[in-house]
């Protein structure tokens, strides 16, 4: 079971670039590396998933090394609606799928 | 489109009693997911269905059962509650767990369950 380590928490102000980096040193071949965005009272959701090297979508980046042991989540730009807490979450089965306790992200004005 | 719904989204039960959380979702998912989210904790899996008519065991199953009714529809139940049950459950569904790391998982809204 791939375990994932992140920050507790996070502070950045409005307009910032923030990079929440998770650890996973022990991930296996058939691993992808997937990151959710969870408000309070919410379900988590979806934001970017990669396998290596780096993605981008509208809303986020994904830095994944060449060793995968560990990954970046970049936001740019922040506002103040991206506080939540962002999950990485490692898996390649079903019965992989254990998220970690993510990374309290908190944007002040 | 609702997506992926939960009921109820509050219940409070004593311990020993049982009850159902009911999960629907209209996007035409094959597969379907069971977590409950203690404070402050990650979510962790309880059942999944890859599939109508299949079941799996999560990681934290004891005290839990399950029914995939039909497609749509991923019900958990709990025979006995104890307090240790309290938590928020979260219901999921995805295109096909055969592929389930390049899976997207939806989420519903969670259902709140405390204990007595």
């Known amino acids: 079971l791939a375990k994932t380590t992140q920050p507790i928490s996070m502070d950045s102000y409005e307009g910032q670039e923030v990079n929440i980096t998770c650890s996973h040193n022990?991930?296996?071949?058939?691993?992808?590396i997937t990151w959710y965005q969870q408000f309070p009272s919410q379900g988590p959701r979806f934001i970017i998933q990669?396998?290596?090297t780096k993605v981008t979508n509208e809303v986020a980046s994904l830095f994944i090394p060449a060793d995968r042991k560990s990954s970046t989540l970049s936001l740019p730009r922040v506002s103040l609606s991206d506080t939540a807490v962002y999950y990485c979450?490692?898996?390649?089965?079903?019965?992989?799928?254990?998220f970690g306790s993510g990374t309290q992200l908190t944007v002040l004005p | 489109n609702a997506g992926v719904t939960q009921t109820p989204k509050f219940q409070v039960l004593k311990t020993g009693q049982s009850m159902t959380l009911q999960c629907a979702q209209d996007m035409n998912h094959n597969s379907m997911y069971w977590y409950r989210q203690d404070p402050g904790m990650g979510l962790r899996l309880i059942y999944y269905s890859a599939s109508e008519g299949t079941t799996d065991k999560g990681e934290v199953p004891n005290g839990y059962n399950v029914s995939r009714l039909n497609k749509r529809e991923f019900s958990l139940r709990l025979e006995s509650a104890a307090p240790s049950q309290t938590s928020v459950y979260f219901c999921?569904?995805?295109?096909?767990?055969?592929?389930?790391?390049?899976?997207?998982?939806?989420f519903g809204p969670g259902t709140r369950l405390l204990v007595l």
């Open positions: 979450l490692v898996a390649g089965s079903a019965r992989q799928l254990t």
């Open positions: 022990n991930i296996a071949t058939n691993d992808y």
């Open positions: 990669g396998y290596k």
């Open positions: 999921a569904s995805s295109e096909d767990i055969l592929a389930v790391y390049q899976e997207t998982q939806y």
